[in-house]
């Protein structure tokens, strides 16, 4: 399949080092497969890089940091099915007949074409925003024939722990694929939620020394090519906070 790396710029210095002394980001094949199965391909993004990647059916994919995707070398199957962890934008490549599935964080996301984000890091709901077009969402090994049907500029949100899966009628898609571009923005984004995106961005461990401050709220625009103390001193001073830092952790707490 043709593909081409991107490295999302200057995310911070860490990432350089770590670039210089590895991959950003690991290909590789299974080697071993039983008679008839396909080859697969994975392919795996490092902290704070992005990946472009063109599937063997012409299907163009945007992956996240911190994110794996494993597809088979050639579709093959009535059905083209993907497995993702993390994040990723899919422009589809409309084949009739031949719905592309994504599998993630306990959900299947159908298509035959269309563009849409879907993010499915452990630990956090899923989320899947369309761009164009629309998906069938459902939740297998629960009730497959139960599907969510989701359109344009709508967005599922799938809870884990309840099996809950709710659809929002308005979404503005290119907020959550504003990553893409080196963005991040967040709409009355809990705390909790914006550290751990920051801490894939920056390779950082964040850490909050006040549980109060887990119910706070951020709304904001933040580039991912600004020194990383920026981004969290204008956080800070949205929710009257301070921080502190040690090589590789950085603590909030209230002022």
């Known amino acids: 399949a043709g593909s081409r790396r991107r490295t999302a710029g200057r995310w911070l210095a860490a990432a350089a080092v770590a670039a210089a002394v590895g991959a950003a980001w690991l290909f590789s094949r299974n080697t071993v497969r039983a008679p008839g199965q396909p080859q697969y391909v994975t392919v795996k993004t490092a902290i704070g890089t992005l990946r472009e990647l063109t599937l063997p059916d012409s299907t163009h994919v945007w992956m996240n940091a911190a994110g794996t995707l494993k597809y088979p070398e050639t579709f093959t199957n009535a059905e083209r099915d993907v497995y993702l962890k993390g994040e990723a934008f899919f422009q589809v490549a409309p084949l009739k007949d031949h719905p592309f599935i994504v599998h993630a964080g306990g959900l299947e996301t159908e298509v035959l074409g269309t563009s849409f984000n879907v993010s499915a890091y452990e630990s956090e709901a899923v989320t899947v925003v369309v761009a164009t077009g629309k998906v069938g969402i459902s939740i297998p090994r629960r009730d497959r024939r139960n599907i969510l049907t989701v359109s344009a500029n709508q967005m599922a949100t799938y809870e884990r722990g309840r099996h809950a899966l709710v659809r929002s009628e308005q979404a503005d898609w290119q907020r959550y694929a504003a990553w893409r571009a080196g963005k991040l923005v967040f709409n009355h984004t809990s705390l909790p939620q ?62």
Do not use: W
Not at 204 to 228: C, N, W, Y
């Open 194 to 255: 914006v550290l751990r995106t920051l801490g894939r961005v920056f390779n950082l461990h964040f850490e909050m020394a006040d549980k109060a401050l887990s119910t706070r709220q951020i709304t904001g625009e933040f580039d991912v090519h600004e020194p990383p103390e920026l981004v969290v001193k204008a956080i800070c001073l949205s929710i009257d906070a301070d921080y502190t830092r040690t090589p590789g952790r950085l603590v909030i707490r209230k002022k």
